[in-house]
């Protein structure tokens, strides 16, 4: 089992900044992807970021944020993190983070909320 909490989130004005935080209660180094997720209201969830560990670590983003976020980890304190600039009203939602093993389990942390006024 693995709890996941992220914080970061809040109200901000279009053209500012967030960094989201994601704490896991274990180790990240085995898993098969981290990612951030979005859910706006009347919306479904959609991929913002992710880090596919299989590959080497390599990223993807929604064409949606490209340029303006960016997603990393540290292993050693067990955290992802999304660095987020230039953000608009569109990305006011609830952003969760993901962590999927290659077992194929699943973990959802309870997310955290981000608003943006224009």
């Known amino acids: 089992q693995v709890q996941l909490v992220e914080s970061g989130g809040g109200l901000v004005q279009a053209g500012e900044s967030l960094r989201l935080s994601c704490a896991a209660s274990?180790?990240?180094?085995?898993?098969?992807?981290m990612g951030w997720y979005r859910q706006a209201p009347g919306k479904q969830r959609e991929l913002v970021a992710r880090?596919?560990?299989?590959?080497?670590?390599?990223?993807n983003y929604a064409d949606s944020v490209k340029d303006r976020f960016t997603i990393s980890r540290d292993n050693n304190k067990n955290m992802v993190y999304l660095q987020m600039d230039n953000l608009k009203p569109e990305d006011t939602a609830v952003y969760y983070c993901?962590?999927?093993?290659?077992?194929?389990?699943?973990?959802w942390g309870q997310g955290t909320q981000v608003t943006v006024s224009s």
């Open positions: 274990r180790s990240i180094f085995s898993t098969r992807t």
């Open positions: 993901n962590i999927e093993f290659y077992s194929g389990t699943n973990y």
């Open positions: 880090i596919i560990n299989v590959n080497g670590g390599s990223t």
